[in-house]
């Protein structure tokens, strides 16, 4: 939903004028126009064309350390009016298509040795298709702490032709064996040093677990350069960005609820630089 309109009148020069009538004009995330802004889903309705569960799933999100807002919502259905009809129907309309003969046989359980390509790809979208998930929120909630800085929209834009996820990003890939056709969680964290006491407040990344049917894919994505760390996960999921070989999929063990519970709290994650951890 859009922000929250808020109708009282305040006087200027004698005449009230609407805080509605002040606010800028809505614009599209990713490129900043204001003209001809459509709805885009949150995820394709080309899913609902390969035979997943279209029950009701629960999403939730929050600010770092704080309670987070849940609800739930039909899969495939959810739409946003924050990008304009030239990103939908260009650049991102290009990912989609290159991106679906890549997961739909992922999404189906079927093996596929996975190219180079394929690997940024499903990086690309799995960063994509996050970010957007966000805009579910209202720019007042976003901009309070429930959303990613919005220049992550904006350099995903000015990358656009290389389909590739944003930079300082890792993404790993494995296989799902829970109950949930779908599930899309973004979480902050910090990079703090070891016993150093409360964590700070201000997130160093956000962590990107997604479950589509059979595939499971996990990245993070450090908005502080500077704090960026190696990470490796617990269950010994396979990189995919950045690549450094091409492999059959799946090639590890399935994860099950329980285990894509943790993942999604960013608890999974093993620092591979001594004395500082992911919280």
């Known amino acids: 939903p859009a922000s929250c309109d808020q109708r009282h009148m305040k006087q200027a020069g004698g005449v009230g004028v609407s805080e509605s009538a002040k606010r800028p ?11 001809n802004l459509t709805r885009e889903h949150v995820l394709p309705d080309w899913l609902t064309e390969i035979g997943l569960d279209l029950t009701p799933s629960g999403h939730q999100f929050g600010r770092l350390n704080r309670v987070p807002r849940q609800w739930s919502s039909k899969p495939f259905t959810t739409t946003v009016k924050m990008v304009c009809a030239t990103c ?39 960063c994509k298709t996050a970010l957007v998930s966000l805009l579910q929120h209202s720019q007042e909630d976003r901009l309070g702490g429930q959303g990613v800085p919005s220049r992550e929209y904006t350099s995903l834009y000015e990358q656009r ?4 996820p944003l930079p300082f990003s890792q993404y790993w890939i494995g296989s799902y064996d829970g109950d949930r056709a779908v599930s899309i969680w973004v979480t902050p964290f910090v990079i703090e040093v070891v016993g150093a006491g409360s964590p700070p407040d201000i997130p160093s990344g956000y962590a990107m677990t997604m479950a589509l049917g059979k595939l499971l894919v996990q ?28 492999f059959p999929w799946p ?5 099950t609820d329980e285990v894509e519970a943790e993942m999604n709290r960013a608890e999974t994650f093993i620092s591979q630089t001594k004395g500082v951890q992911v919280s």
């Open 25 to 35: 004009a809505r614009s599209c995330v990713f490129c900043g126009s204001t003209s």
């Open 88 to 126: 939908n129907n260009g650049w991102l309309s290009a990912l989609e298509g290159a991106v679906k003969p890549v997961h739909v046989p992922l999404i189906r359980g079927e093996s596929r040795r996975l190219s180079y390509d394929d690997q940024a790809l499903i990086a690309a979208w799995t």
């Open 161 to 164: 032709e290389r389909q590739e």
């Open 219 to 246: 990245g993070v994505r450090f908005t502080e350069p500077t704090l960026q760390i190696e990470l490796t996960t617990t269950w010994g999921f396979l990189d995919i960005w950045p690549p450094t070989d091409t």
């Open 251 to 255: 090639a590890v063990g399935a994860v």
